[in-house]
């Protein structure tokens, strides 16, 4: 069997976010020259915002959060892309509070650097859920950070004995316009970076 070498990394390592005060500045993981010889390199951002985003609405809804389908695209944070059209409860179309949804899911990285909700909702839990996907342990969706059509932005991936296929929701007109808006965002950071340019 040939080795299936998967580099999984949080979203500041695929992207080298720099956060000081200043805009993003970001340099792919595509260019940097530590991200050593893997096959294949993931960022895990969307992933914890989709696992906030469904363990927000299983709280909302009263369910167990394995009840709630739904997913967060697009650009990690602020600019994430909350695929509220789509999203279920029990296999039914979800009531989505989008304002109480963006509040809960601001409030969350905070929560987990108090020790609330690390495993479940942090790196740990999207790592290992990315792992079991892309070594071919469990088939299912993940969302990660990839490089899609040139532009590095979480997307819905089906993977398939390790295989990714991937597997965009059907998005309402305003979550098209927000999907495009971070992937405009993000390739004109990228762009900046590779000709050395600085946001600050």
């Known amino acids: 069997m040939e080795p299936n070498p998967v580099r999984i990394v949080s979203i500041a390592e695929a992207s080298s976010a720099s956060l000081t005060g200043c805009e993003h500045r970001v340099t792919p993981a595509s260019s940097r020259k530590d991200v050593g010889p893997a096959a294949r390199v993931y960022g895990i951002g969307s992933s914890t915002d989709s696992a906030r985003y469904r363990l927000t609405l299983a709280i ?24 509220a059209s789509t999203t279920t409860v029990n296999g039914r179309a979800a ?91 993000l390739d004109s950071a990228y762009q900046q970076t590779l000709q050395g340019e600085t946001a600050c």
């Open 60 to 83: 909302h809804h009263r369910v167990p959060a394995a009840a709630v389908r739904g997913w967060v695209i697009g650009e990690h944070g602020d600019g994430a892309v909350i695929c």
């Open 95 to 185: 009531d989505v509070p989008l304002e109480y949804v963006r509040a809960q899911l601001a409030a969350r990285p905070r929560q987990i650097n108090a020790g609330i909700g690390r495993t479940r909702c942090g790196p740990a839990g999207a790592i290992l859920g990315a792992l079991r996907k892309t070594l071919g342990i469990s088939d299912g969706t993940e969302v990660l950070s990839v490089n899609h059509d040139g532009v590095w932005l979480g997307i819905s991936l089906q993977f398939s004995a390790g295989r990714p296929t991937v597997a965009l929701p059907d998005l309402d007109p305003d979550e098209q316009r927000q999907f495009t808006a971070a992937r405009t965002k």
